[in-house]
């Protein structure tokens, strides 16, 4: 298909609660007024949804910056932490060493013997207390200094510790939000696919109305009695010679690069050269123009009758477009011309990213588009093999 379109729906519905009911057929003026007050409304539903995605996606941006930063400051902190450790074992050496000396300077770190001479050479039992009390100061000293350089070291290994952890605890969310954004921004371009979609309803809509009335339909007038179409005895080719390039169903193909798997709702006709004229396939008028779409280019919507019954016909890659909307057509009619090449191409510089070359486009849908049902998605699903065309791979040579 030219457009996503269940994916489109599937995503606004579940993540934005959407309420797409089923449409009844549009009978007056006024019903395809209401119908277009609707499709405002879900534009602008569609638009909050962007709006509300892409604060989103700048809140996880915005986290992921806040977590680089808080790595970067948890690595800093981890060097300060081994450094004030490389500190501390100094500390602690230095501290052992001036025990060490004030040992040697009192006389007694030479072992058991001589602190007890140290002890008993005391000429006086006021002496005696002292020399006691200043061994005990030393001793008390030294280990209190040991104890804070080692809790300064467990301390700080237990920071390096929890550091690492952090860093990976960070690290890891760093990619929870990079994952999510990338849902995120799948889900924009989504919404951004679906507002665009809801767009040319709309204006579809607004230049259908206009159509009708400029015909002197009024509000409660039945649209069948206002823009009358002539019934078709059967359908006929859109060019005078063609060759199915690609039929109707799923297709495996490469665009632009990209292998592409999807279901195509419609059937390709190439080989009637560059900018051949086309024709309407049945009597009818013109519903609907989209103009320069990303996928699909310059195309128009043809609401017809054949046997009695209705078909909205699609031709899309149209390189030139003759009608306007409300314009009455019957099968020689030139609506337009081949497009889908040329200038036309997005690697030539063209707005239509979804054509390889010159070709048609052609669906064939149940039933009147914005009339008969509003949503693209059930334009496609009423989509069905154009009737008038032989099977992939054929030519054909007249219409």
């Given at each position: 298909?030219?457009?996503?379109?269940?994916?489109?729906?599937?995503i606004?519905?579940?993540?934005?609660?959407?309420?797409?009911?089923?449409?009844n057929a549009?009978?007056?003026?006024a019903?395809?007024k209401?119908?277009?007050r609707?499709a405002?409304?879900?534009y602008?539903?569609?638009?909050?949804g962007?709006?509300?995605t892409?604060?989103?996606?700048?809140?996880?941006k915005?986290?992921?910056?806040?977590?680089?930063?808080?790595?970067e400051?948890?690595?800093?902190?981890?060097?300060?932490?081994?450094?004030?450790?490389?500190?501390s074992?100094?500390e602690?050496a230095?501290?052992?060493?001036?025990?060490e000396?004030?040992l040697?300077?009192?006389e007694i770190?030479q072992?058991?013997n001589?602190?007890?001479?140290?002890?008993?050479?005391?000429?006086?039992m006021?002496?005696?207390m002292?020399?006691?009390?200043?061994?005990?100061?030393?001793?008390?000293y030294?280990?209190?200094k040991?104890?804070?350089m080692?809790?300064?070291?467990?301390?700080?290994e237990k920071?390096?510790i929890?550091?690492?952890?952090k860093?990976?605890e960070?690290e890891?969310?760093?990619?929870?939000y990079q994952?999510?954004i990338e849902?995120?921004?799948?889900?924009?371009?989504?919404?951004v696919?679906?507002?665009?979609?809801?767009?040319d309803?709309?204006n579809s809509?607004k230049?259908?109305i206009?159509s009708?009335?400029?015909?002197?339909c009024?509000d409660?007038?039945?649209l069948?009695?206002c823009i009358?179409?002539?019934?078709?005895l059967?359908?006929?080719?859109p060019?005078?010679?063609?060759y199915?390039?690609?039929?109707?169903?799923?297709r495996s193909?490469?665009?632009n690069g990209?292998?592409r798997n999807e279901?195509?709702?419609a059937v390709?006709?190439?080989?009637?050269?560059a900018r051949a004229?086309?024709?309407a396939?049945a009597?009818?008028?013109?519903?609907?123009?989209?103009?320069k779409?990303e996928y699909?280019?310059?195309q128009?919507?043809?609401?017809v009758k054949?046997?009695?019954?209705?078909?909205?016909?699609?031709?899309?890659?149209?390189?030139d477009?003759?009608?306007?909307v409300?314009?009455?057509v019957?099968q020689?009619t030139?609506?337009g011309?081949?497009?889908?090449?040329?200038?036309?191409?997005?690697k030539n510089?063209?707005w239509d990213?979804g054509s390889?070359g010159?070709?048609?486009?052609?669906?064939?849908?149940?039933?009147?588009y914005l009339?008969d049902y509003?949503s693209?998605s059930?334009?496609?699903?009423?989509?069905?093999?154009?009737?008038?065309m032989?099977?992939?791979?054929?030519?054909y040579?007249?219409?």
């Amino acid at each position: 298909m030219m457009k996503k379109v269940v994916k489109l729906f599937l995503i606004t519905l579940l993540t934005f609660g959407f309420s797409f009911s089923k449409v009844n057929a549009a009978e007056t003026l006024a019903d395809l007024k209401a119908e277009l007050r609707k499709a405002q409304a879900e534009y602008n539903a569609a638009n909050a949804g962007k709006q509300k995605t892409e604060s989103e996606i700048n809140n996880q941006k915005n986290n992921i910056a806040n977590a680089y930063n808080a790595i970067e400051q948890a690595e800093s902190d981890i060097a300060l932490a081994k450094q004030n450790i490389e500190k501390s074992s100094e500390e602690i050496a230095k501290t052992k060493e001036e025990i060490e000396q004030l040992l040697v300077f009192y006389e007694i770190s030479q072992g058991e013997n001589d602190f007890l001479q140290y002890i008993s050479g005391s000429s006086s039992m006021t002496d005696l207390m002292m020399r006691i009390e200043a061994v005990s100061q030393v001793l008390s000293y030294s280990q209190n200094k040991l104890n804070e350089m080692e809790e300064l070291i467990t301390e700080n290994e237990k920071l390096q510790i929890d550091l690492a952890k952090k860093q990976v605890e960070l690290e890891g969310k760093i990619v929870t939000y990079q994952d999510s954004i990338e849902v995120l921004k799948s889900d924009l371009s989504s919404l951004v696919q679906l507002s665009a979609s809801a767009l040319d309803e709309i204006n579809s809509k607004k230049e259908l109305i206009a159509s009708y009335e400029r015909a002197g339909c009024k509000d409660n007038d039945l649209l069948a009695t206002c823009i009358n179409v002539n019934d078709t005895l059967q359908w006929m080719k859109p060019t005078s010679k063609g060759y199915i390039s690609s039929g109707f169903g799923w297709r495996s193909f490469y665009l632009n690069g990209v292998l592409r798997n999807e279901f195509h709702n419609a059937v390709d006709v190439a080989g009637a050269g560059a900018r051949a004229p086309l024709y309407a396939v049945a009597n009818g008028y013109v519903a609907a123009i989209w103009w320069k779409q990303e996928y699909g280019g310059n195309q128009v919507f043809l609401h017809v009758k054949v046997q009695g019954k209705k078909y909205t016909v699609r031709y899309a890659h149209m390189y030139d477009v003759n009608v306007k909307v409300g314009d009455k057509v019957t099968q020689s009619t030139v609506i337009g011309t081949m497009g889908g090449g040329g200038a036309t191409l997005y690697k030539n510089g063209g707005w239509d990213k979804g054509s390889t070359g010159w070709h048609l486009h052609l669906e064939v849908a149940n039933g009147w588009y914005l009339e008969d049902y509003t949503s693209y998605s059930k334009y496609v699903a009423n989509c069905i093999t154009p009737p008038m065309m032989p099977s992939y791979g054929k030519w054909y040579y007249s219409r």
